[in-house]
């Protein structure tokens, strides 16, 4: 496996923990449909939240948050679209989150942006 892989599956494990902990429901881990992916699709208080998690080992190339562009948002909210009409869900809250990660001497620093679009 390569590093970026393990590094953004590290990510994605400490975030689903980081949800649970937080009492969130994960329903999806890596949701793929035609579209594209969406790293988590969680549920709280009613809510559903489309979370793309983002991980970096530094700030080399800047912070992590800065790589969910326009168009990544734009695809989110598509993949979105395709979750729900799958799954016949209609007339519930949705939040669009990220979940960043920075992994300093095996520890992860984690920020959760709700509502991020």
């Known amino acids: 496996m390569s590093s970026r892989i393990s590094i953004g599956k590290a990510g994605e494990i400490h975030a689903c923990k ?3 902990k937080n009492g969130y429901r994960i ?3 890596n949701y793929r449909c035609r579209i594209g992916e969406i790293d988590i699709v969680a ?3 009613g809510t559903i939240h489309f979370i ?3 991980t970096r080992r530094s700030i080399n190339y800047g ?3 800065e790589s969910i562009d326009a ?3 734009r695809r989110i909210e598509k993949i979105a679209e395709f979750y729900l009409e ?4 209609y007339d519930t809250e949705l939040s669009f989150d990220a979940i960043t990660l920075l992994l300093k001497d095996g520890r992860a620093v984690l920020n ?3 509502n991020i679009f």
């Open 86 to 89: 799958e799954k016949n869900i």
């Open 112 to 114: 959760h942006i709700k």
């Open 43 to 45: 549920q709280k208080e």
């Open 27 to 29: 329903l999806e881990k």
């Open 52 to 54: 793309e998690v983002k």
């Open 71 to 73: 168009r990544k948002c």
């Open 18 to 20: 980081y949800l649970l």
């Open 63 to 65: 912070m992590p948050v």
